[in-house]
């Protein structure tokens, strides 16, 4: 089975995970500048889960926004369409995906952990370079991974061999993939976004997050998330690492030497932010 044939059967799978229909009509609507913001909030405010889960992340500490947001009309008007449909896309995307998984090697909280990290460093990047918008930016590192839940859940048999030749092997996910999946977890994660018609450039950074190339239609876009996966990766498993330059694209190196004189620091300082990424998106996995 080749990768075309593996996503088609991906295709047939019934109960592959949606995101509910408000949120796919908001993501378009708040894709037109020209919808008008009172239409806007009457689609949220039909959905009362939805409009409270919306205020409570823009109120959240996470959020950072500093005066209170009290109705959803003023959160749309105060962070605009892009920020709010970013907002709708993370909270509805991991709810959507947070059926537990009982699988070697799988676990959701380290996944979404790892995923939330991504996010919040994306984000950081793109406020510190100006690349893209930080909404965007957040919503690119929270979803990068996501193909691997997909994985997990609907082809464990795939998922366990492929767990087991990186443990054997000692080998990141995405090299022990090759040779046991027919679709690789980036691939597999962008067709999924595609299908829920999510931007271009987000199908795009998901699909390319370990194999960034600098002719990309969203390069820029695409470089952050892959540079802030590396960041984590980097790290979370030892804050004193020293990562290898000259391994990574020259793109990459030069986005780490130029931006961020000491990687480092620069994570390390992020991690009050994740901490409350975490709390706010996975409250029950962390204490108080
Ligand atoms: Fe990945
Ligand atoms: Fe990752």
Not at 54 to 67: E, P, T
Not at 165 to 191: D, M, N, Q, T, V
Not at 214 to 225: G, K, R, S
Request: aromatic share 8%.
């Amino acid at each position: 089975m080749d990768e075309a044939e593996f996503l088609k059967r991906l295709d047939r799978i019934r109960d592959i995970p949606t995101l509910p229909s408000i949120v796919l009509e908001l993501n378009r609507l708040l894709q037109d500048p020209e919808t008008p913001v009172a239409r806007v909030s009457q689609i949220i405010e039909r959905d009362q889960a939805t409009a409270l889960k919306i205020l409570k992340l823009v109120n959240s500490a996470f959020y950072g926004v500093r005066s209170k947001v009290a109705d959803i009309r003023s959160a749309v008007i105060m962070l605009g369409f892009n920020a709010v449909r970013n907002a709708i896309v993370s909270v509805s995307v991991i709810e959507t995906l947070s059926r537990r998984i009982r699988l070697e090697g799988f676990d959701a909280t380290d996944f979404w952990k790892h995923s939330l990290a991504v996010a919040v460093t994306s984000k950081a990047l793109s406020a510190r370079t100006r690349i893209n918008s930080p909404d965007n930016c957040f919503v690119g590192g929270l979803l990068h991974d996501v193909g691997k839940v997909i994985l997990a859940q609907y082809f464990p048999e795939v998922f366990a061999a492929v767990w087991q030749a990186l443990r054997e092997e000692g080998r990141p996910f995405h090299e022990a993939e090759r040779g046991k999946s027919p679709a690789g977890h980036a691939a597999i994660g962008a067709h999924l976004a595609a299908r829920w018609q999510l931007p271009q450039g987000l199908v795009e950074a998901i699909r390319f997050h370990h194999d960034y190339r600098p002719d990309l239609a969203n390069a820029e876009f695409c470089l952050v998330i892959h540079v802030a996966n590396l960041l984590v990766n980097s790290y979370d498993r030892n804050p004193d690492c020293v990562i290898d330059l000259a391994a990574l694209h020259p793109d990459a190196r030069k986005f780490i030497m130029g931006t961020l004189q000491r990687a480092g620091d620069f994570y390390a300082a992020l991690a009050e932010e994740i901490e409350s990424a975490y709390s706010f998106f996975l409250p029950s996995s962390t204490s108080g």
